[in-house]
Each structure stands twice: as C-alpha cells, then as structure tokens.
C-alpha cells in the first residue's frame, strides 16, 4: 500500500513533465547542492534570501531554524500559487524533494574538494558558479528550489524585472540587515557569490521557457 501510494504521488508531481524536465531538476538538485556542500558550508559564506533571513532571525530573536524554515517557504510558495499557478507549486514541491534527497547524499561522504577558507574569494566564485548553474536548471523546468527562487520568480513577474535583478535585490536586502551581526568581510564574499549565483540562474533559465499555468 505504501509503495502504491508513493507511485500515485509520484505520477501526480511528474504530470505534465517530460523525461528531459525530470533531468534536469534532478542535474540542477545535484550541482547546487553539491557546491553548497562542499564550498557554503565549509568556508561559512552566508546566503541572503529565505536561509540568510532565517540566520538573521535565529541571531536576533533566538527562534529555531527548523520553525522559521518551513514558515518562511510556505509564505513565499503561498504567494507564489497566486502569481505563478498550481504548476509551479506541483514542479517546486518535486525539485525541492530532490534538494533534499541531494543533501542527505553528500552529507554521506567526506568533503570532496578542497577547503577554500584560505581563499575566500575563489570559494565566492566557485560557490556561485555551482548555485547559480544548479538553481538555474531547476527554474527553467519550472519550479524552484526552495522559497527563496518562489520570491524571486513572483517579484520579476510582478515588477517586470529580469529574475537576476529580482534575486539580486531580495539577497542584498538581507544581507545588508546582516551586518548588523556579521562582519563586514564576511558580508563582501556573500555579496560577489550571490551576484555570481543571481547572474548564472538567469542566463540558464532564459535558455528555456518555464511555463507556468
């Protein structure tokens, strides 16, 4: 029952999706992850977006990660099923899926490139290039990878802004109010990896079409 039940949700969240849609969500789920694995997390960049806003919050208010995650995603893909569809919502809650799953498997091997703290530069670049290619793919399928891709999506649909310029102004948002609490030089290497990352998302993307209805 359970394995027929997993198929049927399956069957729903792939609907309308080609082989070639499910590719590259599960190619873009790897990449980002990978980088955010084996770079984000070993040199401490910090993000802007959902995960820099829940960090800010965390510091300042003492309020658990694992609260304010789900709540900050679920207000950004609410807002998304209004400006975006049902589509978007069935395509992101498969690619987020896949994130995870990506996550847990390289939490399940020893760091694979070298640590770049000592080159905190060279890890800004190569963690945006990672994100940025990884993210990229998802969103030209049509979903996201999380609340910070449903914001930027909504807000260029809104406004009429290219998705970098959108992406690029909630990252900068949040990581100006992070210097409240971060150091200065931390802050520059966040700035150059999401500019980088904001950049590569939209150049993938604008070679295809995502359509949402």
Same mark, same amino acid.
């Given at each position: 029952?359970?394995?027929?039940? %997993? ?35 070993q040199t401490g960049i910090t993000e802007g977006g ?33 400006? %975006? ?39 800004? %670049? ?52 992070? %210097? ?34």
């Amino acid at each position: 029952m359970p394995t027929r039940r %997993l198929y049927a949700l399956a069957r729903k969240l792939t609907a309308g999706l080609t082989l070639r849609n499910c590719a590259g969500i599960l190619l873009g789920a790897a990449i980002c992850t990978f980088g955010i694995h084996n770079i984000h997390q070993q040199t401490g960049i910090t993000e802007g977006g959902v995960i820099g806003m829940m960090l800010l919050l965390e510091h300042w208010l003492g309020v658990s990660p694992a609260l304010l995650t789900p709540v900050l995603d679920i207000s950004c893909y609410l807002l998304a099923f209004r400006y %975006l569809g049902k589509r978007f919502i069935r395509t992101s809650v498969l690619s987020t899926l896949c994130v995870s799953l990506f996550y847990k498997l390289w939490e399940c091997f020893p760091p694979m490139l070298p640590d770049l703290s000592a080159h905190p530069l060279l890890a800004a %670049l190569l963690g945006g290039i990672f994100v940025g290619l990884g993210v990229g793919l998802i969103v030209r399928q049509g979903g996201s990878s999380g609340g910070d891709d449903a914001l930027a999506l909504v807000i260029a649909r809104i406004s009429g802004w290219r998705l970098s310029r959108a992406y690029m102004f909630t990252d900068f948002v949040v990581l100006g109010l992070s %210097l409240t609490y971060l150091p200065v030089g931390r802050i520059v290497f966040s700035l150059i990896t999401v500019t980088v990352s904001s950049w590569l998302i939209d150049r993938v993307q604008q070679m295809g079409c995502c359509c949402t209805d």
